[in-house]
């Protein structure tokens, strides 16, 4: 069975300071992760994902993630936090069906 | 490219009633449509996955009678929520993707339907 997890429900920095948002996984064979942000009552919008190749992935909105294969671990990025960032975010892993993590919640701090 | 729409957007019934969310595929054909549900703050749960012509898989703990699936075209897959109850109050999510030939098992997501039975 393949699943994520997300360790840390809330994630709080101030702008202009790094994020990073953590997600570990558990697949049998090769891993296809995602990234998804969410806002308040809206759906779902992708920002990268990792199929296979280098592992780090630029995605959207200035955010990048590193695929560790030895820490099981596919890490959301960004240099420098935006206020705009404050939202909910899910990491995902998928052979047909999508897994997801419960959610990190990021809050960027003026 | 890859949108998915949602209609409504939102809705509010009375209890006992039923209520229809369509899920649609604007620019491309979807052979795979799935749907989820998320309750406040919570991750998202997925309740069946739906093939165009075939009846939809129920995840375990999803009532098939109460939410109905339809997925009659490669464009258009529809819920419906049977008999609505306060319980059944949420926040529902499509999603679709292309043929799986196609090697990538992206799935492109709607904005999402607000229900909110009385």
């Known amino acids: 069975a393949q699943s994520v997890a997300q360790p840390e429900d809330q994630v709080n920095v101030a702008e202009g300071n790094p994020l990073t948002v953590k997600c570990t996984y558990s697949?049998?064979?090769?891993?296809?992760l995602f990234w998804y942000v969410q806002y308040p009552n809206r759906g779902l919008q992708f920002l990268l994902k990792?199929?296979?190749?280098?592992?780090l992935v630029k995605g959207s909105y200035g955010f990048e993630a590193e695929f560790n294969k030895s820490q099981t671990s596919f890490h959301l990025k960004k240099p420098s936090a935006l206020v705009s960032d404050s939202a909910l975010y899910f990491c995902?892993?998928?052979?047909?069906?999508?897994?997801f993590g419960a959610g990190t919640t990021v809050t960027v701090r003026a | 490219g890859a949108v998915v729409s949602q209609h409504p957007s939102w809705v509010i019934c009375k209890s006992g009633t039923s209520v229809k969310i369509e899920c649609r595929s604007l620019?491309?054909?979807?052979?795979?449509m799935f749907w989820y549900r998320q309750f406040p703050k919570q991750s998202l749960m997925l309740m069946a996955t739906?093939?165009?012509?075939?009846?939809?898989?129920?995840e375990q703990g999803v009532e098939k009678d109460k939410f109905l699936i339809n997925h009659a075209s490669l464009t258009l897959s529809t819920l419906t929520v049977t008999s609505a109850h306060p319980e059944d109050s949420s926040f529902y999510i499509c999603?679709?993707?292309?043929?799986?030939?196609?090697?990538?098992?992206?799935?492109?997501f709607g904005p999402g339907t607000r229900l909110t039975v009385l």
């Open positions: 999603s679709a993707r292309r043929s799986r030939a196609s090697g990538n098992n992206e799935q492109f």
């Open positions: 697949v049998s064979g090769n891993p296809y």
């Open positions: 620019d491309f054909q979807a052979t795979t």
């Open positions: 739906s093939n165009e012509g075939s009846k939809a898989t129920y």
């Open positions: 995902a892993v998928s052979d047909y069906k999508l897994s």
């Open positions: 990792y199929i296979t190749g280098d592992n």
